[in-house]
């Protein structure tokens, strides 16, 4: 029997800083669904990250007629609180089920900005609690969830990303160290020639998270979709992630969360009608034959 191949993938955001011209709410934190449909109406959906609260993703979902309990797998892109805050609210609708994410999210973090230090900025004890009722899967390495569906693992960083992980620490040897933010992840659906490539906040580079997507499913063109944290990056830095997004063979940018004004505007000049701007409820489709 032929293996199955994704025919299109949906990914709608539940959660977003910005809300948009909607209905919606909106808050500091990001959650998509990703939705895989392959021949004969099966479905696959992934839910990445909860957002801050779990108060906006549940309603979000409940005003956009989404049922959260059909979600077959939950991925965390990172461990701090605005992607993994809404894992209590939803653990018991997706009780058993798989949680995949990387073995660094059970790390501590913390954040310096300006010498003031900010304690527990991953997951809040709450959350911690709940990853009781998943199936925790944490592992480095990539691996298909389901057919031309990825879960990235730990991203090589071919390119810089200081500018990503700056001001983050956690513990080591018993004293405050540098948080390269390891754990930092996406999620990858081949459909057809292109990878759709979904990011949470993008610690690792997002030009790097590309890189990934596209040398394991060897597609020729890159869809960049999610927060890029480019919202603190000078001038020159935003200049270089454009053009290393470009050399990765990102032909098409969907950017919100922690992405910020300048780096909207530093990718619209680049991408034109090509770059569009997430908020909650945005979705976009990808078909095979497009």
Known sequence: MARAQPL???VLVLVD?????SRLLGEHGFSALITVRYEGGRDYNVLLDTGASGRVLLENASRLGIDLGKVDAVVLSHRHYDHTGGLPSISHLLSGKPLVAHPDV?????????????????LT??????????EAVLAKTPFELAPGLWF??????????????????????????????LDDTGIAVKVGGRVVVVAGCSHSGIQN???RARLLTNAGEVVAMGGFHLAAADEETLNRVAEEL???AVTEVHAGHCTGFRGEAE??????ERMHKIHSGYKAVFKEDA
Do not use: H
Request: hydrophobic fraction near 30%; aromatic fraction near 12%.
């Open 125 to 134: 004890s709450e959350a911690r609690r709940s990853l009781g009722g998943f």
């Open 267 to 272: 990718l619209l000049k680049r991408y034109g």
């Open 8 to 10: 299109a993938v949906e």
């Open 209 to 211: 998270i590309a890189r």
């Open 106 to 122: 059970l790390k501590p973090c913390y954040s310096d900005s300006e010498g003031f230090k900010r304690f527990n900025v991953g």
């Open 246 to 248: 470009e050399a990765e």
């Open 152 to 181: 990235l693992g730990e991203v090589e960083r071919r390119y810089d990303n200081t500018y990503a992980v700056k001001g983050f620490m956690t513990l080591s040897e018993g004293g405050l160290a540098e948080e390269p933010m």
């Open 17 to 21: 800083d910005y809300s948009g011209f």
